[in-house]
């Protein structure tokens, strides 16, 4: 039995995956309401929150399984993909067996459920997605994270441009060639499938889009980004990038200014626009006090996932970490009261790089040259404190390409000539700012003030900083300035405020150039002189 809007294109679909559509009750674009019921009849784990969002777990993994995503060894990609590091090969004859197991299993469901959606708000360049799955919950979560089309839409859609299969409660065979675990994320360009096993985390399909529109886009001649970004009144556009822990929703968060989106963008020849039709906001220690806009996001229509929760008042602790730290929300995006509808904008003035430097050596804020620019956003740079993880006991460097190694299809040097060109053509200023720690590293120093870093910003959007006075720094050559309105001038200048006790800044300063340039040999080959060249000076 079918419920929803049905045509030729849905039929074609089941049949050409395989599914029994007259055999299985199929949901087709249900409303957040239906939705709602069915998680709450049919999921064991589904409850509500006292605000009225859909509380859920996600079984065993409440995270992403990066070491588990694999790309159909395809000949049409075979020459094109970034073999290694992020992308694992997968026969041919594999990604067949995971999407008949994942058939298999959808067929012997009772209900299925269809999302219809859209990635990337810009009509010439979005694609149309379709979703199968048999967990409200995870419809819903799509329903959030892709975009909504209107109900002509819905009624006009057509066949799809890619077709996710989340059988994600069926673990994979772990005796299939190419397999490392009985959780498989594949991707095939050639077949415009991704098949979900052994893995009910929803985030795999929100990223497993994101890989999509990684490999479409720049084929189409546009950038895809792993970035936030917002727009002041004036119209100037703001591009954030940033690792986890760095700041990036938090400092794209303006209330002087409206937000395109808070994660994944693409920069076109008429400007840039949100991939997205909703926001995955962490939610471990969430309060209306530090985040309101999220905080106050969370109503009927959101997704939590695996939070704790009163199970008398339903009351949510946004602290409770016995499931994971990895707490999130799903919403869409106009919960946030300035959201920009739709999500398009005009071409970035100003791109900031963000990087949490747990060893103290980095200014607050930096003016990078555009080789400089292309440099460290090939490196991608952050870095973890002691105590974050089992065995770190001292900062330690992390580098993730572009801001987003895992997500990345091609070589990042690709992303960052695309990069170049759009920075050499808009004539963007681009900034790295240091949002971790000062007069020492991590334990000896304090972190910068959330206040300087805000105060940076404002400088920045102010152009207060354009026409500041700077001087080049030891090692790395950043343009530091010597003043910023609301930020003393000794914060501005780590060397300044460096603490004796820690040792040398000089020698610090070194160690962490000789990290970057130790990352960078990755990159060399097909580097330019010009971004080798803008390296830390050892």
Same mark, same amino acid.
């Given at each position: 039995?079918?419920?929803?809007?049905?045509d030729?294109?849905?039929e074609?679909?089941?049949?050409d995956?395989g599914?029994?559509?007259?055999?299985?009750?199929?949901h087709?674009?249900?409303?957040?309401?239906?939705?709602?019921?069915?998680?709450?009849?049919?999921?064991?784990?589904?409850t509500?929150?006292?605000?009225?969002?859909?509380?859920?777990r996600?079984?065993?993994?409440t995270?992403?399984?990066?070491k588990?995503?694999?790309?159909?060894?395809?000949?049409s990609?075979?020459?094109?993909?970034?073999?290694?590091?992020?992308?694992?090969?997968?026969?041919?004859?594999?990604?067949?067996?995971?999407?008949?197991?994942?058939?298999?299993?959808?067929?012997t469901?009772?209900?299925?459920?269809?999302?219809?959606?859209?990635?990337?708000?810009d009509?010439k360049?979005?694609?149309?997605?379709?979703?199968?799955?048999?967990?409200?919950?995870?419809?819903?979560?799509?329903?959030? %994270?892709?975009?909504?089309?209107?109900?002509?839409?819905?009624?006009?859609?057509?066949?799809?441009?890619?077709t996710? &299969?989340?059988a994600?409660?069926?673990?994979?065979?772990?005796?299939?060639?190419?397999?490392?675990?009985?959780?498989?994320?594949?991707?095939?360009?050639?077949?415009?499938? %991704?098949?979900? &096993?052994?893995?009910e985390?929803?985030?795999?399909?929100?990223?497993?889009?994101f890989?999509?529109?990684?490999?479409?886009?720049?084929?189409?001649g546009?950038?895809?980004?792993?970035?936030?970004?917002?727009v002041?009144k004036?119209?100037?556009?703001?591009?954030?990038?940033?690792?986890?822990?760095?700041?990036k929703?938090?400092?794209?968060?303006?209330?002087?200014? %409206?937000?395109?989106?808070?994660?994944?963008?693409?920069?076109?020849?008429?400007?840039?626009?949100?991939?997205?039709?909703?926001?995955?906001?962490?939610?471990?220690?969430?309060?209306?006090?530090?985040?309101?806009?999220?905080f106050?996001?969370?109503?009927?229509?959101t997704?939590?996932?695996?939070?704790?929760?009163?199970?008398?008042?339903?009351?949510?602790?946004?602290?409770?970490?016995?499931?994971?730290?990895n707490?999130?929300?799903?919403?869409?995006?106009?919960?946030?009261p300035?959201?920009l509808?739709?999500?398009m904008?005009?071409?970035?003035?100003?791109?900031?790089?963000?990087?949490?430097?747990?060893?103290g050596?980095?200014?607050?804020?930096?003016?990078?040259?555009?080789?400089? #620019? %292309?440099?460290?956003?090939i490196?991608g740079?952050?870095?973890?404190?002691?105590?974050?993880?089992?065995?770190?006991?001292?900062?330690e460097?992390?580098?993730?390409a572009?801001?987003?190694?895992?997500?990345?299809?091609?070589?990042?040097?690709?992303?960052?000539?695309m990069?170049?060109?759009k920075?050499?053509?808009h004539?963007a200023?681009?900034?790295?700012?240091?949002?971790?720690?000062?007069?020492?590293?991590y334990?000896?120093?304090?972190r910068?003030?959330? #206040?300087?870093?805000?105060?940076i910003?404002?400088a920045?959007?102010?152009?207060?900083?354009?026409k500041?006075?700077?001087?080049?720094?030891?090692?790395?050559?950043?343009?530091v300035?010597?003043?910023?309105?609301?930020?003393p001038?000794?914060?501005?200048?780590?060397?300044q405020?460096?603490?004796?006790?820690?040792?040398?800044?000089?020698?610090?300063?070194k160690?962490l150039g000789? &990290?970057?340039?130790?990352?960078?040999?990755?990159?060399?080959?097909? #580097?330019t002189?010009?971004?080798? #060249?803008?390296?830390?000076?050892?």
């Amino acid at each position: 039995m079918f419920y929803g809007i049905l045509d030729d294109t849905v039929e074609q679909t089941f049949k050409d995956e395989g599914i029994k559509l007259e055999s299985i009750n199929t949901h087709m674009n249900l409303s957040v309401a239906e939705l709602y019921i069915h998680a709450l009849k049919y999921e064991k784990t589904s409850t509500l929150s006292s605000t009225g969002a859909l509380v859920t777990r996600s079984g065993k993994k409440t995270g992403r399984s990066p070491k588990d995503k694999r790309i159909a060894a395809d000949p049409s990609v075979l020459d094109e993909v970034w073999w290694g590091p992020v992308n694992f090969k997968l026969s041919q004859h594999s990604f067949e067996i995971n999407h008949e197991r994942a058939v298999d299993y959808l067929n012997t469901q009772e209900r299925l459920y269809v999302v219809d959606g859209y990635a990337g708000w810009d009509p010439k360049y979005r694609l149309k997605v379709r979703v199968v799955c048999s967990l409200p919950y995870h419809a819903l979560f799509m329903r959030n %994270m892709l975009i909504r089309p209107t109900p002509d839409e819905i009624r006009n859609f057509g066949e799809p441009d890619f077709t996710i &299969l989340n059988a994600g409660k069926f673990p994979a065979n772990r005796f299939t060639e190419g397999m490392g675990s009985e959780t498989s994320v594949a991707l095939s360009f050639e077949k415009k499938q %991704m098949v979900i &096993l052994g893995s009910e985390y929803a985030g795999e399909m929100k990223k497993g889009i994101f890989t999509v529109m990684h490999y479409y886009m720049p084929k189409r001649g546009v950038l895809s980004l792993h970035s936030s970004v917002n727009v002041g009144k004036e119209g100037d556009v703001s591009l954030f990038f940033g690792l986890s822990g760095t700041g990036k929703t938090t400092l794209s968060a303006d209330t002087k200014r %409206m937000l395109v989106g808070d994660d994944e963008h693409c920069w076109t020849d008429d400007g840039v626009f949100n991939i997205e039709g909703g926001c995955y906001a962490k939610a471990i220690n969430l309060s209306e006090e530090k985040e309101p806009e999220i905080f106050n996001a969370i109503r009927f229509g959101t997704v939590l996932e695996n939070v704790d929760y009163d199970e008398l008042s339903h009351q949510v602790d946004y602290d409770g970490v016995s499931i994971t730290e990895n707490t999130r929300a799903s919403y869409p995006v106009e919960f946030i009261p300035n959201a920009l509808i739709p999500g398009m904008t005009g071409h970035p003035s100003n791109i900031v790089m963000l990087t949490c430097d747990a060893f103290g050596v980095l200014p607050p804020i930096s003016k990078l040259t555009e080789p400089q #620019a %292309m440099y460290h956003f090939i490196s991608g740079y952050t870095a973890k404190v002691a105590g974050t993880e089992v065995g770190v006991t001292e900062p330690e460097a992390t580098f993730s390409a572009c801001f987003g190694q895992p997500f990345l299809v091609f070589h990042p040097v690709k992303y960052a000539k695309m990069l170049e060109e759009k920075l050499k053509q808009h004539k963007a200023n681009v900034w790295l700012i240091n949002t971790g720690w000062n007069g020492g590293p991590y334990g000896v120093g304090s972190r910068i003030k959330l #206040a300087y870093s805000r105060a940076i910003i404002d400088a920045i959007h102010s152009g207060d900083l354009a026409k500041a006075e700077y001087k080049v720094s030891p090692i790395f050559g950043f343009h530091v300035p010597l003043t910023c309105p609301g930020v003393p001038s000794e914060i501005l200048d780590p060397e300044q405020s460096w603490n004796p006790s820690a040792g040398s800044y000089i020698e610090t300063l070194k160690k962490l150039g000789g &990290l970057f340039n130790e990352n960078f040999k990755t990159f060399e080959d097909q #580097a330019t002189p010009d971004i080798l #060249a803008a390296g830390p000076k050892l």
